[in-house]
């Protein structure tokens, strides 16, 4: 067998881009970065960066995360801390003309955290700014598009800002990771608002309730009340053990 000579590919990067998702103003916002240099000088983008040489995938993520939010991600299978996101992976990217540079290939991520405080630029950013992601995507009458018609996210962030909202949209139908955006105690009321946002909906608080409270494992009773919402004192509930949603929430048709 003829020795393997590396010198006989093209070299590539790869990087890691991020699509942070939080509610914020009862808005469904994304995490983004003016860039403060060449490409796209000046555009907007999601946050990322190169994969080092020595850590693997999640490994950048999760280092991308705390650069650009100070957030960890949480560990699926130790229990929630106080500051965690939900991280997983998103698609990959490997347009051969999607970064001008060189060859690079982008492994998304989807981070999804509770309201989170105003952001702080960093590295190549010029600066930082949670944005509602109808904006960004140009269907909400926002700076998704500039002067001359052209996608205002640099690189291919547009579609993969798209690809991370829908596929929180989805997910949601089935899964908990609604209760992803809520602090570790929430009101029925507060995760109906998530759904509200992150769908564009607005959904019957009668119907929800009677949902979310019926299905086995969803949440958990807490023992406790509050009114930080305002008006009566409301049950506090916390995520429960169940992961799958069995009849689904299924996202309303508009």
């Not at 996608?151 to 993969?160: M, N, P, Q």
């Not at 105690?185 to 998530?194: A, D, I, K, M, P």
Request: hydrophobic content about 40%; some cysteine.
């Amino acid at each position: 067998m003829p020795p393997y000579d590396p010198s006989t590919f093209p070299p590539f990067a790869v990087t890691v881009d991020l699509v942070v998702l939080t509610v914020r103003r009862h808005a469904l916002c994304a995490l983004v970065v003016r860039r403060g240099e060449s490409p796209f000088q000046g555009r907007w983008a999601l946050p990322g960066g190169f994969v080092r040489a020595d850590e693997d995938l999640g490994a950048a993520a999760a280092r991308e995360l705390v650069e650009e939010t100070g957030l960890c991600a949480q560990d699926p299978v130790a229990p929630a801390i106080g500051n965690g996101a939900h991280l997983e992976q998103l698609a990959t990217y490997g347009d051969p003309g999607r970064d001008p540079r060189m060859r690079v290939v982008s492994v998304a991520h989807l981070a999804l955290a509770p309201d989170l405080p105003a952001p702080r630029a960093g590295g190549d950013a010029h600066s930082a700014r949670w944005s509602p992601v109808d904006d960004l995507l140009g269907t909400g009458g926002g700076f998704g598009r500039d002067d001359e018609g052209q996608d205002l996210l640099a690189f291919d962030h547009a579609r993969i800002l798209a690809d991370g909202v829908e596929r929180a949209r989805s997910k949601i139908e089935y899964s908990s990771l609604a209760t992803a955006f809520c602090p570790p105690e929430f009101t029925v009321g507060e995760l109906r608002r998530v759904y509200e946002a992150v769908w564009g909906v607005v959904l019957d608080p009668r119907n929800f309730h009677r949902k979310v409270t019926g299905t086995p494992g969803f949440l958990m009773p807490t023992g406790g009340t509050t009114t930080r919402q305002g008006g009566r004192p409301a049950q506090l509930f916390r995520a429960g053990a169940a992961t799958v949603l069995n009849p689904p929430m299924l996202r309303p048709e508009v």
